[in-house]
């Protein structure tokens, strides 16, 4: 008779350095992250996360979606991402002048793909004049520029919509009507030869607790920036999107890279893939 062999218990997947924005509207993806094995969380804004990227400093991070197409290599985790499906409040151009009369527009230097985005759609938009872009360097207002419109993003971006009211066009709710497509903002993006599958049950852990908890984190939020209730809770749980069909993002990203490119926005030859 034979004895069954003893289990023999699987290898621990090698850490991962994982990076994630400090927003509120990166909670629904990365909420208790730095409690998964062998997950080493980081929180930076977009434009620094992707120099860590880039500098191997992190394996993967929820960053702007414009870096798959900046330099080949990367691939990124289908089916998660930053993403809005018409109007998103934490990405706005406010303006001092009716749309018709702009000229100049201050770039925060905060995304890469919201910068990318108003510049795509300039090209696009017929509402919209030929503009001059002005980007900022980091830790400068872009409200102070002087411009006729500030590219603002994140937390800053609601507050001065909902805590201002400031006049403002929204480039995400533009950018579906004129395309059919969401707009992906950020995903989960890996860096050359970084291996995402051991790692997807942890990501996937953190984005079904942050979805749970999205109503309550942005109650939260309004009663400690005194906002309105109401509209934080329609951006965390409406507005923003953080699961898409795969094929969908895919379209969507491949979209927007085809109009980014003839503007020198993307790389011809960067050609990402889903990780799974």
């Known amino acids: 008779m034979l004895c069954p062999m003893s289990a023999v218990p699987s290898p621990s997947p ?9 927003y509120l509207v990166g909670r629904p993806l990365n909420l ?3 409690d998964e094995p062998a997950i080493e969380l980081t929180l930076d804004v977009p434009a620094k996360l992707i120099a860590g990227l880039r500098s191997g400093e992190l394996d993967v991070a929820l960053v702007s979606s414009i870096e798959l197409f900046r330099q080949p290599g990367y691939t990124y985790l289908p089916g998660l991402a930053v993403a809005g499906e018409g109007y998103v409040g934490s ?40 503009l001059e872009f002005r980007e900022v360097p980091f830790g400068t207002d872009p409200r102070t520029a002087g411009t006729d419109a500030w590219l603002r993003i994140g937390d800053p971006a609601l507050f001065e919509h909902l805590g201002e009211g400031l006049a403002h066009y929204n480039p995400s709710q533009r950018w579906a009507e004129l395309t ?37 984190l942005a109650r939260a939020a309004a009663a400690e920036w005194q906002l309105d209730e109401r509209a ?12 898409l069909d795969p094929e969908r993002q895919a379209e969507a990203l ?7 490119r003839p503007l020198g926005l993307a790389n011809p030859a960067a050609e990402p893939r889903p990780a799974l």
């Open 91 to 130: 990405v706005q151009l406010f303006h001092r002048v009716p749309l018709a009369d702009l000229c100049t527009v201050a770039l925060d230097p905060a995304s890469r793909t919201a910068q990318a985005l108003v510049q795509v759609l300039a090209e696009l938009d017929p509402t919209l004049p030929p």
């Open 232 to 243: 934080m809770v329609d951006y965390l749980t409406v507005e923003c999107s953080y699961r």
């Open 32 to 34: 208790g992250l730095e």
């Open 14 to 22: 090698a850490s991962l350095r994982v990076g994630s924005v400090p």
């Open 254 to 260: 491949g979209t927007f890279a085809r109009h980014a």
């Open 180 to 216: 059919g497509l969401p707009f992906v903002f950020a995903a989960w993006i890996a860096r050359d030869g970084v291996d995402l599958a051991p790692h997807v049950a942890a990501f996937e852990r953190a984005a079904a607790r942050g979805q749970a908890a999205a109503p309550g």
